[in-house]
């Protein structure tokens, strides 16, 4: 009898806890759909500071949802001055030192498009999504959610968002070894009404030089590139010919996992100035990857591990078209 | 004693003998002198390029300072060794990596003693990383475009591609 009784005991305890890790899990997708929510929808300005190794800059951003999309605004403070402004279907960077301004537009209709609820449930497949503690930043309480890999091909990431509106505050990558791979962190913030001449840029930049990236999609396929295997979580997100600089013709292909993305460029060897120097290299969080191929230069640039970026540029093969 | 030292010198000795003869060359004394003293004969009726004195015991007071490397793994449950044993250790190391050495310089492929391999402590394999693309800046603003960091956090992540140091910007 007591033995029956503290097997029943057992097993509601076995059963309580499951219940309390399933719920967890559920709460913590349930903050990360709110997050991206927050992202789309709030209006705000605010300071933050980026943390990449030794380096560390402070960016002033503003932004301005409406029902066309959003106009966002931001300026680095630090070091060599530089503005990014997008709209909803462009991107203008500003380089007042070079006095260049850099357009890209898009060419598909979805323009910058929000994760749509099923592909961040989908992030499950790769991260274990957990619940994080709760801490205060920049005067909100944040409640944290930490996106856990599931294998060493992507980094892991937490996020921490205030817990009355969801926008995010705080994000933090890191490797495997759980070492900070970069971080951004808001240190003021006002949520609400912007005035317009916020999202404005300062710049007139009547004479700059104008870099158009003409973006246009393409299938890079039929013209005999291909990434032979492709590496486990990732999908092939967009195919397009851009110009990286002025007088730079390249092909990009983008695959991602929901979190993390690698684009792969390809660019005739025949014209480019710069030596070609093939193997790994890194700058910021990000891992690049160099290899020559049927006298194309493939440059593989990705915000993921080194190996995982290495892994797809070892894969990418040129056949010529029948 | 000479006469087994010419023949191991000249590989006429027999594998087990020479196995033997080796363990001896191992301890400090007459026969290690007569060793040197016949590969420094060689040495110079060849012609070779002389080492500086006490090259041999320099390098083996190096190794013997070099941390044993054994095995990845540590034994947890060994009892503590007495200090002279790790000393002794490095020392027959260093003999061996030392007749090794001699052996090599003399005659192309010295069986007995080419098959002792040199201590090998596990080198992670690394890539050579070379400086990243002049015009790396490029790709990088390229990439975010597409990051799906810009649905989580808006035109944020941009910083991170527009670097401000000077030392990878276009010039």
């Known amino acids: 009898m007591i033995r029956a009784l503290g097997f029943a005991m057992l097993m509601c305890c076995g059963l309580a806890q499951a219940q309390t890790q399933g719920q967890s899990a559920a709460e913590a997708m349930t903050l990360l759909r709110r997050i991206y929510q927050a992202t789309e929808k709030l209006s705000f300005t605010g300071t933050f ?60 209709a979805r323009a910058f498009p929000a994760m749509l609820p099923e592909q961040i449930s989908d ?47 705080k994000a933090r990558t890191f490797n495997h070894k759980g070492e900070t791979v970069e971080q951004f962190s808001f240190a003021q913030l006002a949520i609400g009404n912007v005035p317009r001449d916020r999202v404005k840029t300062r710049h007139l930049a009547q004479n700059w030089r104008v870099e158009d990236a003409a973006v246009a999609p393409a299938n890079l396929g039929r013209s005999g590139w291909t990434v032979g295997a492709e590496l486990p979580g990732f999908r092939k997100i967009i195919e397009v010919t851009r110009r990286l600089s002025a007088a730079r013709p390249a092909g990009q292909m983008v695959y991602s996992d929901g979190m993390a993305a690698v684009s792969v460029f390809i660019e005739p060897t025949a014209g480019r100035a710069e030596a070609l120097r093939p193997g790994p290299s890194s700058l910021g969080a990000f891992h690049i990857y160099t290899r020559e191929v049927a006298n194309h230069i493939v440059t593989v640039v990705g915000e993921a591990p080194a190996a995982s970026v290495q892994r797809i540029a070892d894969t990418v093969e040129f056949r010529r078209p029948q | 004693m000479k006469a087994r030292i010419s ?25 290690r002198d007569t060793w040197r003293a016949y590969h420094l004969i060689g040495d110079a009726m060849r012609d070779t390029r002389m080492l500086s004195a006490g090259f041999a015991a320099r390098v083996a007071a190096k190794l013997a300072l070099e941390p044993t490397v054994m095995a990845p793994s540590r034994i947890a449950s060994a009892p503590p060794r007495p200090r002279w044993h790790l000393l002794s250790a490095a020392a027959s190391l260093a003999a061996v990596a030392l007749v090794g050495w001699v052996a090599f310089g003399l005659q192309e492929g010295a069986p007995q003693v080419a098959q002792v391999a040199p201590p090998t402590a596990p080198v992670p394999s690394l890539t050579a990383q070379v400086p990243p693309p002049e015009s790396a800046n490029d790709y990088l603003y390229a990439h975010q475009g597409y990051s799906p960091r810009n649905s989580l956090q808006g035109v944020a992540p941009y910083v991170r591609t527009v670097s401000g140091e000077a030392g990878t910007r276009k010039r």
């Open chain 1, 49 to 108: 500071v980026y943390q990449q190794g030794e380096r560390t800059e402070t960016s002033r951003i503003t932004r301005l949802a409406g029902p066309g999309g959003a106009v966002e605004r931001v300026e680095v403070l630090d070091g060599m001055p530089r503005e990014i402004v997008r709209t909803r279907d462009t991107v203008r960077c500003y380089l007042p030192e070079s006095q260049t301004v850099k357009v890209e537009r898009r060419t598909d």
């Open chain 1, 123 to 169: 992030l499950a497949r790769n991260y274990t999504i957990t619940r994080g503690e709760t801490v205060r930043i920049a005067g909100f309480d944040c409640e944290a959610v930490v996106l856990t890999p599931k294998d060493n091909l992507r980094y892991g990431y937490t996020l921490w968002a205030d817990v009355n509106s969801g926008m995010l505050l």
């Open chain 2, 7 to 31: 023949a191991l010198i000249d590989d006429q000795l027999e594998r087990r003998e020479a196995a033997r003869f080796l363990d001896e060359l191992r301890a400090e004394g007459e026969v």
